[in-house]
């Protein structure tokens, strides 16, 4: 089984930053990729980044020049450094990762339970 784990969400001021981090656990083979979701109240679900394997990094526009994606070489663990924050980014902040396990010939997505983000004075 696999088990994605989000952190570092909270209660923060406009202009202030928090960094969220991702583990993914369990029985991985392989990691082709992984990403950082959100979704607001009455919204659906967006895209804010993601990274693959090599590196390469996807941003909304909304998180350019605000946000940044990395991961731990290495390890299956993602991060997300938000600066900068708005009223809007408020949301429950999701992770997934494109595994695949040990055993299985099939790429799956992964996703965790989220964090909730509040940026509000």
């Known amino acids: 089984q696999v088990h994605l784990e989000e952190s570092g969400g909270g209660l923060v001021q406009p202009g202030g930053s928090l960094r969220l981090s991702c583990v993914a656990s369990?029985?991985?083979?392989?990691?082709?990729?992984m990403g950082w979701y959100r979704q607001a109240p009455g919204k659906e679900r967006e895209l804010v980044a993601n990274i693959t394997s090599g590196g390469l990094t996807t941003y909304s526009e909304g998180a350019k020049g605000r946000f940044t994606i990395s991961r731990q070489s290495g390890e299956n663990t993602m991060y997300l450094q938000m600066n900068s924050l708005r009223p809007e980014d408020t949301a429950v902040y999701y992770c997934?990762?494109?595994?695949?396990?040990?055993?299985?010939?099939?790429?799956?997505?992964?996703w965790g339970q989220g964090t909730q983000v509040t940026v509000s004075l």
């Open positions: 997934n990762a494109h595994l695949l396990q040990w055993y299985s010939s099939t790429w799956t997505v992964y």
């Open positions: 369990g029985n991985i083979f392989s990691n082709n990729g």
